[in-house]
């Protein structure tokens, strides 16, 4: 099992907003990650927030992380097509190791 | 460099089998990682290397799996006797150590033990 959580679908319409939400356990965390999987490849990395900020903004993408509550979102703004695929929430655990969620599976519709 | 690179893309194996996959991680990067991923789940950590010292393996890898970074560039994973168990996404990746750890993947070796 994950100690980190995440919703596993998240359908929404072209050039609206998709929100990805994610739930972690350890409050140690220095940093939270977002990653971007397509189908048969691996995964990219699409941003990071290191645990003393609130928010990180990256061209569409904004990171909000809330440390009381152990949340952190993703929004991406104006969602495309390309923008379908598996997203990954992670929390570096230790030194050398990054604990990942389930994975939410976000369609874009026409 | 254009990333990681793992090879092969795909293996179909026969259960008892031995399998080796191999990952060149981008050349400047010192840390290497191996993780595997089963369908609908999220990666999970297996071992890492620190130039050619593999310093941390999961209660996952079993002796039946072994890792090696003979010259701290490109790794190699061999799973012996394989078992359907084993059917999963095995993923390289690198990074430089300190600070942030930013991993980058490959985009993996789809194993699957028939």
């Known amino acids: 099992g994950e100690d980190v959580e995440q919703s596993l679908f998240l359908s929404v319409r072209e050039g609206d907003s998709s929100v990805i939400n994610c739930t972690y356990t350890?409050?140690?965390?220095?940093?939270l990650y977002w990653y971007k999987q397509e189908p048969g490849a691996g995964l990219q990395l699409l941003t990071y927030?290191?645990?003393?900020?609130d928010m990180k903004q990256d061209q569409r993408l904004t990171v909000l992380l809330n440390k009381k509550d152990k949340h952190l979102s993703l929004r991406i703004a104006d969602t495309q097509t390309g923008d379908s695929a598996i997203y990954f929430c992670?929390?570096?655990?230790?030194?050398?190791?990054?604990?990942f969620g389930a994975g939410t599976t976000v369609t874009v519709r026409a | 460099d254009t990333g990681v690179s793992q090879d092969p893309r795909h293996k179909i194996t026969k259960r008892g089998q031995n399998v080796t996959f191999r990952c060149d991680p981008i050349?400047?990067?010192?840390?290497l990682y191996w993780y595997r991923q089963t369908l609908g789940q999220g990666p999970e950590f297996l071992t890492y290397?620190?130039?050619?010292?593999?310093?941390?393996k999961s209660r996952l890898l079993s002796d039946r799996f072994s890792a090696e970074r003979p010259k701290g560039s490109f790794s190699t994973l061999e799973i012996q006797r394989t078992e359907q168990g084993d059917s999963a996404m095995y993923l390289c990746?690198?990074?430089?150590?300190?600070?942030?750890?930013?991993?980058?993947f490959g985009s993996g070796t789809q194993l699957s033990v028939l």
């Open positions: 990746a690198s990074s430089l150590d300190g600070g942030n750890e930013k991993l980058f």
């Open positions: 350890d409050s140690s965390s220095t940093y």
């Open positions: 927030i290191f645990s003393n900020m």
């Open positions: 992670a929390e570096k655990e230790a030194d050398y190791k990054l604990s």
């Open positions: 050349s400047e990067h010192n840390r």
């Open positions: 290397f620190q130039n050619e010292a593999q310093l941390e």
